[in-house]
């Protein structure tokens, strides 16, 4: 049985590319070797208001809960409660090359768009997620595809680090879904859905309103043609919402292409499928919000089961690089 490790911060709303790209394939794929942590820390690369901070570090677990992860199977936990991976963050950051982490697109993104402040961790920041993959031994990471690169800079440090010490890690691969794995801001859609963007239009949130869904999607940008065809290259709008119906239906996004003539039809149906898909979601988040102690004991014990696994790999770094035993 593969080990799979996935993470998710707590840095806003969780929006429809987290869902379709992430979590939904976390849930169709849980084990009891998987792992899922919100990762508080990278949250810290931009400065944040503390109580906004704990607040979605709690609504973010409760909304993973609702999606149904199982945490009977899969081990779910709070990247901070669990101090291995700050420690091997520094270790991965001392093997990784400043070039390699400057030639990051993410980086090169996030750093353009902030206006004076840009902070070392936001440079560091592949380096921490290498060390929360590496931690868990994990085999596969199933991703959207904005986190290729980074997986790549994983599996590249994680054979520097055993080249040079000797073997230590298991080098990960990344999974990306066929369908899912880059959904596109509705308003922008040469621009991939993200929480932090300024595009309130363009993003549908999980749990948003069903009456906010149809609007956001009935106003989604496509094209003058109207001719209904799967092409993301010329029709990145009309793509985006053949690939939300395919994910809604089962079913892939040429195959939902061929049963349209016109866009009104496809964004009406689109928008009704998603509202229905999220239903279940937003409805087990209610129940959840009520009880806050369960979701903070699933955490705990999650912490629990994720460190008893960190703890040995760290402790097997350590050793591989001669680090003072107490
Ligand atoms: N638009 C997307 N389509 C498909 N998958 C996506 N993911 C993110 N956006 C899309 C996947 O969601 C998982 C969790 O992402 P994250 O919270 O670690 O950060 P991110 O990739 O940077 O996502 P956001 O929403 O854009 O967050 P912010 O705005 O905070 O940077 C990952 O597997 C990611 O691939």
């Known amino acids: 049985m593969a080990r799979i490790l996935s993470c998710i911060q707590p840095t806003g709303d969780v929006q429809l590319g987290n869902y379709f790209g992430a979590i939904r394939r976390w849930v169709e794929d849980q084990t009891p070797e998987s792992f899922h942590g919100i990762v508080d820390l990278h949250a810290l690369t931009v400065p944040r208001d503390p109580v906004e901070m704990r607040a979605k570090t709690l ?40 070039g390699e982490l400057e030639r990051m697109t993410q980086f090169k993104d996030k750093s353009a768009r902030q206006s004076g402040f840009i902070s070392g961790g936001l440079l560091l920041y592949p ?62 859609p040469t621009n991939k859905m993200s929480k932090s963007a300024d595009s309130p239009q363009g993003t549908v949130l999980v749990l948003d309103d069903p009456k906010d869904i149809e609007r956001k999607i009935k106003r989604a940008v496509t094209d003058t043609d109207n001719e209904v065809r799967y092409d993301p290259e010329t029709k990145p709008g009309l793509a985006n919402l053949l690939q939300i119906l395919a994910v809604c239906t089962a079913t ?9 003539q016109q866009y009104g039809p496809l964004k009406a149906d689109t928008a009704a499928a998603l509202v229905e898909y999220l239903r279940p979601v937003q409805r087990r988040f209610a129940e959840l919000e009520s009880d806050p102690s369960y979701v903070r004991k699933v955490l705990s014990d999650g912490a629990d089961k994720a460190q008893s696994v960190a703890a040995v790999t760290l402790a097997r770094a350590r050793k591989a690089l001669g680090l003072l035993e107490r």
């Open 59 to 98: 609504e973010l677990a409760q909304i993973l809960l609702a999606s149904g992860l199982d945490p009977t199977s899969t081990t779910l936990f709070v990247q901070s409660h669990v101090h291995e991976h700050a420690e091997l963050g520094w270790i991965m950051g001392c093997t990784a090359a400043l």
């Open 127 to 188: 380096a921490l997620m290498a060390a929360d993959i590496l931690l868990y031994d994990a085999d596969e990471v199933p991703v959207g595809d904005d986190q290729r690169q980074h997986i790549e800079l994983t599996r590249d440090v994680a054979g520097r680090f055993n080249a040079r010490y000797g073997d230590t890690f298991v080098v990960p691969k990344a999974t990306i879904a066929r369908a899912g794995a880059r959904i596109m801001d509705l308003q922008n």
């Open 252 to 260: 892939t996004p040429d195959a939902v292409a061929g049963r349209y």
